[in-house]
């Protein structure tokens, strides 16, 4: 007897254990039990636009329970607005929804432009055979800025060499509410090149996203070096795109530089001197340069005992392309022998680089002594000949 009551109990709790099983089974096998019968949701049920703008809406569409033909529509909509729903690229006015396969679809307004800025309020409505879903949408309009273009200059006005390199650092600014792509271009001063530099990498055109800046090198140079004369150079740099243009302008002051030569009037840099005699020698300094030259010290090396007196010493100012005529009296050392010696003349100006040139000289000896020579050994030869003539008859 008491066998058959725990065979029994057993039985039970074994057909209890199986209902639960069972209905957790079908409570997985229909998950929408417990969701909505029907959902509509965005991601972002409140935009900021500007005025003139078509903003859109990305929707998603669920059923809960069973499969649905859902019909669209949005109450509340301003006057003058237009609203269109989008599946895959078409227009639709309903959607066929099932369970456990979500739908996604657009919502695009069309808002006329006179529309005033504010806050606007509506309300999609997705109706199911099976439920009804309202979705509150806000949208705010706010004026939109124009596009606009501003250049920023750290530096306009840069001063520096002839022959170096002006580096301007711009900054570019689009100021409207909408992306815009810049060409770029110079109005150079003739002779001058300009190339632009975004990020090390050289550039003809820039985008720039809507109220974003875009950092700028505007490098300029002349293409004649140290012979660039002084002065100040205008550039005026342009950034144009369709919608706006701006421009800057950027100046360039060239110092000027000047630079030092040293020449014979005929170009031949060797000469004849006589020894113990002061010979002058004739020198042209000439600048090339695009500046000045100013405090300019002449000074020589010469083999010892040799004396070199310039004339003059000191030049106080040279201006660029102008030349004037400097001279060397050189006198050889008392016993300099007969050949070939190296003179240098050197041109020093004050804040500038000194230019120098080798001369070479060539002393000849006097022949007065060369001629008296040759008579005492004349006269020499005489004697002995005479003597030989008379004491040899003896």
């Known amino acids: 007897m008491q066998r058959n009551w725990f065979l029994l109990f057993i039985t039970a709790a074994a057909l209890a254990v199986f209902g639960l099983v069972g209905t957790v089974r079908a409570q997985e096998d229909a998950p929408g039990e417990n969701l909505p019968p029907l959902l509509l949701v965005t991601d972002f049920p409140s935009q ?12 998603t569409l669920r059923s809960g329970r069973v499969p649905q033909i859902v019909a669209l529509s949005v109450e509340d909509l301003p006057e003058g607005w237009e609203a269109v729903f989008k599946g895959r690229g078409r227009i639709i006015q309903s959607a066929y929804v099932q369970p456990d396969k979500d739908v996604d679809l657009d919502l695009k307004l069309t808002i006329p432009e006179e529309t005033a800025p504010g806050e606007y309020t509506f309300t999609v409505i997705a109706d199911g055979e099976d439920g009804r879903s309202e979705l509150p949408v806000t949208l705010t309009l706010q004026d939109k800025l124009p596009p606009n273009l501003i250049f920023e200059v750290d530096l306009p006005v840069i001063r520096g060499k002839p022959d170096g390199t002006f580096r301007f650092n711009v900054t570019l600014k689009n100021g409207g509410d909408e992306d815009l792509t810049a060409d770029l271009s110079a109005e150079l001063p003739p002779g001058f090149l300009a190339v632009f530099k975004s990020a090390g990498q050289e550039v003809t055109s820039l985008p720039i996203e809507a109220n974003g800046t875009k950092r700028l090198n505007v490098e300029v140079e002349s293409t004649y070096g140290v012979l660039t004369p002084a002065g100040d150079y205008l550039i005026v740099v342009r950034a144009t795109s369709e919608q706006a243009e701006a421009e800057t302008q950027l100046v360039a002051q060239v110092a000027g530089e000047s630079q030092i030569s040293l020449t014979t009037p005929d170009g031949r840099l060797s000469g004849e001197l006589q020894a113990n005699q002061s010979t002058p020698v004739k020198l042209l300094l000439i600048n090339t340069g695009s500046a000045p030259a100013r405090k ?4 020589s090396s010469a083999p010892r005992g040799w004396e070199v007196t310039l004339d003059p010493e000191t030049v106080p100012e040279l201006k660029a ?74």
């Open 296 to 299: 300019i010290t002449l000074s």
């Open 48 to 59: 900021t636009v500007g005025t003139g703008e078509s903003p859109s809406f990305d929707l």
């Open 321 to 394: 392309e102008e030349q004037i005529e400097v001279t060397a009296y050189v006198q050889p050392a008392e016993k300099a022998l007969a050949g070939d010696y190296m003179l240098t003349f050197r041109a020093a100006p004050e804040q500038s680089s000194a230019e120098s040139v080798e001369y070479r000289a060539t002393v000849r000896t006097s022949t007065v002594w060369g001629i008296v020579g040759v008579a005492l050994i004349a006269v020499a030869v005489g004697v002995v000949a005479l003597a030989v003539s008379r004491f040899g008859r003896r």
